[in-house]
């Protein structure tokens, strides 16, 4: 476990208010998420049967938590790692219409996550999913909805800030655009992680672009599932990917903080 407290850190909040916040914070943000994008709350699975293909493999080598259910003849059920598939599966099961999505409240286990200030073995966190059609399989659109997820998160920041004093905003009005290849060009000597870090300290609040696939220095910046994110199609000056992160600084941590990993959804092509 890499854990990493900061010397003589003392949070800005009280356990109580702690509470309070993640409260008004999880409130405040999905109907804020939901408004942006237009999306629908629906209820998501805990666990989904073993051999349905509807459990996410997520970089393909992670191990789900499984258990034999009794009164179904012992057949194995797996607890979710994401749920990049059910939420396609749930789009047309529920008709969603072009243009409109659904976003849930998912909660998973991750066994084999590596545990840090970031990462648990519990996964809490908002997944959505968006009906496009194929014109919107581009950067233009990856963007506008980047950034209205961006606008959600600085609204979001400015309205506990009105309710907490002692926190004040940090994150800048824009987010910037960036491609992994440019970051692996402008920082050829740093790891994946260490180019983050550059980008996100200097601009407050980033989106890399193209990740899973091999970039140009035969690495590629970071896994990612074959049948998940876009990151093949080709888009402009010579790069690849219709994928990303969101990632901001953060200053008590003195690192960059990603706070979604996102992208068009694979097709045949792709």
Do not use: C
């Not at 850190?9 to 405040?28: G, M, N």
């Not at 199609?233 to 690192?255: A, C, F, H, S």
């Not at 960059?256 to 045949?268: C, I, P, Q, T, Y």
């Amino acid at each position: 476990m890499n854990l990493f407290i900061p010397k003589n850190y003392k949070s800005i909040l009280d356990v109580h208010q702690t509470e309070q916040a993640i409260k008004q914070i999880k409130d405040f943000f999905q109907l804020n998420l939901s408004s942006e994008l237009r999306l629908r709350r629906v209820t998501a699975p805990l666990f989904v049967k073993r051999g349905t293909g509807v459990n996410d493999d997520l970089n393909g080598i992670e191990r789900p938590v499984s258990f034999p259910m009794k009164d179904l003849n012992d057949s194995v059920a797996e607890i979710v790692q994401s749920l990049a598939k059910w939420k396609r599966l749930a789009l047309a099961d529920l008709q969603i219409k072009e243009g409109f999505g659904i976003y849930t409240d998912m909660n998973a286990i991750r066994p084999d996550e590596e545990l840090t200030n970031m990462h648990s073995l519990y996964v809490d966190q908002w997944d959505w999913e968006r009906v496009i059609n194929n014109e919107d399989r581009n950067l233009d659109f990856l963007k506008y909805i980047v950034r209205k997820i961006y606008a959600a998160i600085v609204r979001t920041e400015f309205h506990i800030s009105e309710n907490y004093l002692d926190i004040i905003p940090e994150l800048p009005e824009q987010i910037t655009f960036i491609h992994s290849e440019e970051l692996a060009a402008k920082y050829p000597e740093l790891t994946s992680f260490e180019r983050e870090n550059e980008a996100a300290k200097k601009y407050g609040a980033i989106f890399v672009i193209g990740i899973g696939g091999k970039m140009s220095n035969g690495q590629i910046h970071d896994g990612r599932a074959p049948d998940y994110d876009d990151w093949s199609t080709p888009t402009e000056n010579g790069y690849k990917g219709l994928n990303g992160d969101i990632i901001v600084w953060n200053k008590v941590l003195n690192r960059s903080f990603e706070l979604s990993s996102m992208g068009v959804r694979v097709n045949k092509q792709a």
